[in-house]
């Protein structure tokens, strides 16, 4: 098991990675006007981020499996952070697009690097407790990084936080790498797509790909739409209200390590339930017109979905007893598959019955997760080594 040291690191160095997501999006406006874009061109420089993570996850879940993590990430944090500081230098709005595509493309290096390692590694008790750390990790760098242009700088220098993202991340990974022993030689064989679509298609994939797609598409499709909903009437709230309703983002923190304590004691697949109950409850609840209950349906909506990420992630890597790399990789592939079709249906939804639509295909995607608990918690639970 990491020490405690280690631990900090890796979370400090998961936080760095997701911050570097999401260091645009509250500064959309300003780039907009900076850059002389449109705002659908203005946002390519969040969505350029997810399109080069699509594209490398499976390969370099691939490369985790055959060669070591610190050669990996250090050279994935090496490039990050070059394209990083190239974003905060550029005058050029195609440069700073292809960058942030560059950085989307080797953020997996870190992130799937750092789960396969945790998952070769820990006894399967201290694994699940890992793995809803490492979520608390991500939602720490999602809200860092939406967070940090616009409210640690003033958003018209923006700039600077890619320059403290990417110093950030440099040196947490120099420190952590080399701290990456690895327990049992990598394989090195021939990997082939079979062997791939093998893996898709074994029941822990299966399921923890279906828990990801359903809790990340409701999750992501309820957020996506919010501002519209509450900039409007009957809601009317000003933009820095909205902004401010993001920091419940922070019961994500609390709710991975817990996830991970609770799926020990009762089982990950009623983790998964109980957090398909809660997340349905929670959309149900955001057609209250009241502020109260829009507070409480916000700190639910995360409660929910993270205990349903935390309880996924942490079930498939109690099961794996190899190629963890590509099945975290699939794991993450599924999940943000999730979130593009929930907020493409969620769009169509919106623009014809407003926000009952938006909860309509949200609660109907929880229907996964709650599926995908309920078949795990009929499985005879893994060694607890």
């Given at each position: 098991?990491?020490?405690?040291?280690?631990?900090?690191?890796?979370?400090?160095?998961?936080?760095?990675?997701?911050?570097?997501?999401?260091?645009?999006?509250?500064?959309?406006?300003?780039?907009?006007?900076?850059?002389?874009?449109?705002?659908?061109?203005?946002?390519?420089?969040?969505?350029?981020?997810?399109?080069?993570?699509?594209?490398?996850?499976?390969?370099?879940?691939?490369?985790?499996?055959?060669?070591?993590?610190?050669?990996?990430?250090?050279?994935?944090?090496?490039?990050?952070?070059?394209?990083?500081?190239?974003?905060?230098?550029?005058?050029?709005?195609?440069?700073?697009?292809?960058?942030?595509?560059?950085?989307?493309?080797?953020?997996?290096?870190?992130?799937?690097?750092?789960?396969?390692?945790?998952?070769?590694?820990?006894?399967?008790?201290?694994?699940?407790?890992?793995?809803?750390?490492?979520?608390?990790?991500?939602?720490?760098?999602?809200?860092?990084?939406r967070l940090l242009a616009g409210w640690a700088f003033p958003p018209a220098h923006w700039r600077y936080a890619f320059v403290t993202v990417a110093g950030a991340l440099l040196v947490v990974t120099l420190l952590v790498a080399p701290?990456?022993?690895?327990?049992?030689?990598?394989?090195?064989?021939?990997?082939?797509?079979?062997?791939?679509?093998?893996?898709?298609?074994?029941?822990?994939?299966?399921?923890?790909?279906?828990?990801?797609?359903?809790?990340?598409?409701?999750?992501?499709?309820?957020?996506?739409?919010?501002?519209?909903?509450?900039?409007?009437?009957?809601?009317?709230?000003?933009?820095?209200?909205?902004?401010?309703?993001?920091?419940?983002?922070?019961?994500?923190?609390?709710?991975?390590?817990?996830?991970?304590?609770?799926?020990?004691?009762?089982?990950?697949?009623?983790?998964?339930?109980?957090?398909?109950?809660?997340?349905?409850?929670?959309?149900?609840?955001?057609?209250?017109?009241?502020?109260?209950?829009?507070?409480?349906?916000?700190?639910?909506?995360?409660?929910?979905?993270?205990?349903?990420?935390?309880?996924?992630?942490?079930?498939?890597?109690?099961?794996?007893?190899?190629?963890?790399?590509?099945?975290?990789?699939?794991?993450?592939?599924?999940?943000?598959?999730?979130?593009?079709?929930?907020?493409?249906?969620?769009?169509?939804?919106?623009?014809?019955?407003?926000?009952?639509?938006?909860?309509?295909?949200?609660?109907?995607?929880?229907?996964?997760?709650?599926?995908?608990?309920?078949?795990?918690?009929?499985?005879?639970?893994?060694?607890?080594?």
């Amino acid at each position: 098991m990491p020490d405690r040291t280690l631990s900090v690191l890796i979370f400090v160095l998961v936080t760095c990675a997701f911050a570097t997501i999401y260091i645009t999006q509250p500064v959309l406006p300003i780039l907009e006007a900076q850059f002389a874009v449109g705002p659908s061109a203005a946002s390519l420089s969040v969505s350029a981020v997810i399109v080069g993570m699509a594209v490398t996850t499976l390969p370099i879940g691939v490369l985790v499996d055959r060669y070591p993590a610190r050669g990996l990430m250090i050279t994935g944090a090496c490039v990050t952070a070059a394209a990083g500081a190239l974003c905060a230098a550029t005058t050029s709005f195609p440069a700073l697009v292809a960058m942030r595509a560059l950085q989307g493309a080797f953020i997996p290096s870190l992130t799937t690097c750092v789960a396969a390692w945790l998952s070769r590694t820990l006894p399967a008790r201290a694994l699940n407790v890992a793995m809803g750390t490492y979520v608390s990790a991500t939602v720490a760098g999602g809200l860092g990084g939406r967070l940090l242009a616009g409210w640690a700088f003033p958003p018209a220098h923006w700039r600077y936080a890619f320059v403290t993202v990417a110093g950030a991340l440099l040196v947490v990974t120099l420190l952590v790498a080399p701290r990456l022993v690895e327990p049992a030689r990598i394989s090195t064989g021939p990997v082939s797509s079979t062997s791939l679509v093998r893996l898709a298609v074994r029941r822990e994939q299966v399921l923890a790909q279906i828990a990801a797609f359903g809790a990340f598409g409701a999750f992501s499709t309820a957020f996506n739409y919010f501002p519209f909903y509450l900039s409007r009437p009957p809601w009317a709230l000003s933009t820095p209200t909205i902004t401010a309703l993001y920091l419940v983002y922070i019961a994500g923190l609390f709710m991975g390590p817990f996830a991970g304590r609770l799926g020990n004691r009762f089982g990950n697949g009623a983790v998964m339930i109980a957090g398909a109950i809660v997340l349905a409850c929670a959309l149900t609840l955001s057609l209250v017109v009241a502020v109260p209950a829009l507070i409480a349906s916000l700190i639910c909506l995360c409660i929910g979905f993270f205990a349903i990420h935390a309880a996924a992630v942490g079930a498939l890597n109690r099961r794996l007893s190899g190629e963890r790399g590509k099945a975290n990789a699939l794991y993450t592939l599924f999940y943000y598959l999730g979130g593009a079709a929930g907020i493409g249906l969620g769009g169509e939804l919106y623009a014809r019955f407003g926000w009952p639509g938006i909860v309509g295909v949200s609660v109907t995607m929880t229907l996964l997760p709650l599926a995908a608990g309920a078949v795990e918690s009929c499985r005879p639970a893994p060694p607890s080594g």
